[in-house]
């Protein structure tokens, strides 16, 4: 995974995957399997799939950037504890995904718990080893 910091700020990791690189078709194909991870995780909650081409579709003044045929966020929580009040600035965590007509460009915000970023990170890894 590439990591950077969007708009100087936000420290985040990102993948592109090719669709030739990945059985996968689409994102619901992927968050299904992603679903799946998460259900089997032990702290790892489902929250909800939250639909960002339609939401920004449904503006008549929205736009997406050109290429962009699908956008959603799979939301959930990783913690089974809050440590201090600031945790929730970064929780719940969110996957989100753009499809292009030929790849998949997958994100993540950074996640505080490294060993929990490796195994996010891994989850998305996988995508592209699904062939």
């Given at each position: 995974?590439?990591?950077?910091?969007?708009?100087?700020?936000?420290?985040?990791?990102?993948?592109?995957?090719?669709?030739?690189?990945?059985?996968?078709?689409?994102?619901?194909?992927?968050?299904?399997?992603?679903?799946?991870?998460?259900?089997?995780?032990?702290?790892?909650?489902?929250?909800?799939?939250?639909?960002?081409?339609?939401?920004?579709?449904?503006?008549?003044?929205?736009?997406?950037?050109?290429?962009?045929?699908?956008?959603?966020?799979?939301?959930?929580?990783?913690?089974?504890?809050?440590?201090?009040?600031?945790?929730?600035?970064?929780?719940?965590?969110?996957?989100?995904?753009?499809?292009?007509?030929?790849?998949?460009?997958i994100s993540i915000l950074e996640v505080p718990?490294?060993?929990?970023?490796k195994v996010l990170e891994g989850w998305i890894?996988?995508?592209?080893?699904?062939?």
């Amino acid at each position: 995974m590439k990591q950077m910091q969007f708009k100087d700020k936000y420290p985040i990791f990102t993948m592109e995957i090719l669709k030739t690189e990945t059985s996968f078709k689409n994102i619901d194909e992927i968050f299904l399997f992603l679903k799946q991870k998460i259900e089997s995780h032990p702290i790892a909650t489902f929250i909800a799939i939250f639909d960002h081409f339609s939401h920004t579709k449904f503006f008549s003044d929205g736009t997406v950037a050109d290429g962009i045929i699908d956008a959603k966020n799979l939301i959930f929580c990783f913690g089974k504890e809050i440590p201090t009040s600031k945790i929730l600035a970064v929780r719940p965590r969110s996957i989100g995904v753009c499809e292009f007509d030929d790849h998949f460009d997958i994100s993540i915000l950074e996640v505080p718990n490294e060993t929990l970023h490796k195994v996010l990170e891994g989850w998305i890894k996988d995508i592209s080893s699904k062939n």
